[in-house]
């Protein structure tokens, strides 16, 4: 390294750092929430027979544009029935954090979902987690 020019060095260090961070990419601002236990979330004989769910159609919830902009991180826990004929009824946000944040992506998504049919009388009261972590949303842990 030349003595009488470090700047060089420097703004070349600037140049190759500033090439490696993407506006698109996702900046963590804020903790991970601890989640919940979801064995502590059911209730007694609540989505009985739903082991043996089939998925047809999962649609992942988005990650809202908002909360990947400011690097906010959580998690969803949904609540849902599923009617004899597979699709998913009366979907709500059990707990959430943090709250209010993800809870509309994963209603819109969890109200799409398809399973093979079930017969009877469906399945009610089914909990599913939902992780909005590091920017990728997954489904269960």
């Not at 009877?120 to 489904?139: E, M, P, T, W």
């Amino acid at each position: 390294m030349s003595a009488g020019r470090p700047w060089i060095v420097l703004l070349t260090a600037l140049l190759v750092l500033g090439g490696c961070a993407s506006k698109a990419g996702f900046r963590l601002n804020h903790d991970y929430p601890a989640p919940p236990s979801i064995k502590r979330l059911t209730e007694p004989g609540a989505c009985r027979g739903g082991e043996a769910l089939a998925a047809r159609s999962l649609i992942l919830p988005k990650y809202p544009r908002f909360a990947k902009r400011q690097g906010r991180q959580g998690w969803v826990v949904a609540q849902l029935d599923v009617l004899p004929n597979g699709q998913t009824s009366n979907v709500a946000v059990k707990q959430s954090a943090p709250e209010g944040i993800f809870d509309r992506s994963a209603i819109k998504a969890v109200q799409q979902w398809q399973f093979a049919p079930v017969g009877g009388a469906g399945l009610s009261n089914c909990l599913v987690f939902i992780d909005y972590r590091l920017g990728q949303v997954r489904i269960g842990r």
